[in-house]
């Protein structure tokens, strides 16, 4: 086979390992995601949305079309996690116990916000009003996230980050991943209420 040119800054074609297998590198699969994103946007919004991540590192995208989120307090997850703080330690943790589905992590209001399919705030509607008391939310239709740069994946005190990157358009966080996690947080915040009135 003979090589041929490639015009500079073309995108790179995925090469083969072996029969049937196909290994997309990850700027590839980065500027698929931020496609997929972006196409919750209507055509005209999709350039700002992009301005903004350049200058700003945070673009606002609605939520209930491709995507939802859950918000979680800080403080549930890191009762399950083991931490004081949003860490890579708890970044770590929630990228195992959520199968590697995108989490964005909001230091200064102490929330993270896992990525879960676009149905779940109806289909999940009865347990996410048990979640209240926990402070958990279920996000769609009529909100909108504000959504970081897929790349900023460093803890920034300051301003959202991907706590779990999103590594793969439309992968997202399991429903049922999530619900155990609440579940699990809301029993350890229970569990040391009741030590502390004991």
Not at 68 to 81: G, Y
Not at 140 to 153: K, S
Request: glycine share 6%; proline share 10%; hydrophobic share 40%.
């Amino acid at each position: 086979m003979e090589p041929t040119a490639r015009p500079t800054g073309a995108a790179l074609r995925p090469m083969e390992t072996g029969p049937g297998t196909l290994v997309h590198p990850a700027a590839d699969r980065r500027l698929a995601a931020e496609h997929w994103l972006l196409s919750t946007l209507p055509d005209h919004a999709r350039v700002k949305a992009r301005e903004e991540w350049t200058h700003h590192r945070m673009t606002l995208l609605p939520l209930g079309t491709l995507v939802s989120a859950v918000r979680l307090p800080a403080r549930l997850v890191l009762a399950v996690a083991g931490g004081r703080v949003p860490s890579r330690d708890v970044d770590q943790f929630l990228a195992e116990v959520l199968e590697d589905g995108p989490v964005i992590c909001d230091p200064r209001s102490q929330q993270y916000y896992a990525l879960v399919p676009a149905s779940m705030p109806a289909t999940w509607s009865m347990a996410a009003a048990e979640w209240r008391p926990a402070e958990v939310e279920c996000l769609g239709r009529d909100c909108h996230l504000g959504v970081p740069r897929l790349d900023v994946t460093e803890p920034d005190p300051l301003g959202s980050y991907w706590s779990v990157p999103m590594e793969s358009a439309a992968t997202l966080c399991g429903p049922l991943s999530v619900a155990r996690l609440i579940a699990a947080g809301w029993h350890e915040i229970s569990g040391r209420s009741d030590d502390e009135t004991a």
